[in-house]
């Protein structure tokens, strides 16, 4: 087995302070990581097999201690938009200029926010990407609603007029046919 590369004094009194503060998540692990080693001088398979940690994961987390100091132990935040091409503040400026547009009640067509928005990135996006834009800040997809290009308006209005006049009066009820027997 090899040696194990020594902790300064300087951090193993960081790691002291350490200990004192309370840990949320994974941060205690780290902790044992390290004071197994400096005060039980475990070695990396028997700590791995305390944590239920790869002896690897052992070695880097001691590793990265010896390089990086304490904030090496914080719990790190995970999740986000790693692979994002705007930030959110960036794509609701891009959409501001097409807000004025919809309010002044014109149709926004994707065709144009795409062209706009590869324009502005220097690269071709698909499609989706556009409308995954748009909804991401809270925009819906209204169609006008769709007619007959040859439709009749004096016909639909009849057609309302009448169907307002059947519905109000009460229709008659006829009896059931006699069985005549």
């Given at each position: 087995?090899?040696?194990?590369?020594?902790?300064?004094?300087?951090?193993?009194?960081?790691?002291?302070?350490?200990?004192?503060?309370?840990?949320?998540?994974?941060?205690?692990?780290?902790f044992l990581c390290l004071w197994l080693?400096?005060?039980?001088?475990?070695?990396?398979?028997?700590?791995?097999?305390?944590?239920?940690?790869?002896?690897?994961?052992?070695?880097?987390?001691?590793?990265?201690?010896?390089?990086?100091?304490?904030?090496?132990?914080?719990?790190?935040?995970?999740?986000?938009?790693?692979?994002?091409?705007?930030?959110?503040?960036?794509?609701?400026?891009?959409?501001?200029?097409?807000?004025?547009?919809?309010?002044?009640?014109?149709?926004?067509?994707?065709?144009?926010?795409?062209?706009?928005?590869?324009?502005?990135?220097?690269?071709?996006?698909?499609?989706?990407?556009?409308?995954?834009?748009?909804?991401?800040?809270?925009?819906?997809?209204?169609?006008?609603?769709?007619?007959?290009?040859?439709?009749?308006?004096?016909?639909?209005?009849?057609?309302?007029?009448?169907?307002?006049q059947k519905s109000s009066a009460k229709?008659?009820?006829?009896?059931?046919?006699?069985?005549?027997?």
């Amino acid at each position: 087995m090899r040696n194990p590369n020594p902790i300064s004094e300087q951090r193993q009194q960081e790691l002291e302070g350490f200990r004192k503060a309370k840990w949320p998540g994974e941060e205690f692990r780290r902790f044992l990581c390290l004071w197994l080693r400096i005060e039980r001088k475990l070695s990396p398979v028997e700590i791995a097999r305390v944590l239920g940690w790869h002896p690897i994961t052992v070695r880097t987390t001691q590793q990265e201690f010896i390089k990086g100091g304490v904030e090496v132990l914080r719990e790190k935040p995970r999740g986000g938009r790693h692979h994002a091409l705007m930030s959110c503040e960036d794509e609701a400026a891009f959409l501001k200029q097409f807000a004025d547009q919809a309010g002044a009640g014109s149709i926004l067509v994707i065709a144009e926010v795409r062209q706009a928005l590869e324009q502005q990135l220097g690269r071709k996006i698909a499609e989706s990407t556009a409308y995954r834009i748009l909804h991401r800040h809270g925009w819906r997809k209204l169609v006008p609603r769709p007619f007959h290009p040859k439709r009749k308006p004096e016909a639909a209005e009849a057609f309302k007029k009448g169907a307002s006049q059947k519905s109000s009066a009460k229709p008659k009820r006829t009896p059931p046919p006699k069985d005549s027997r």
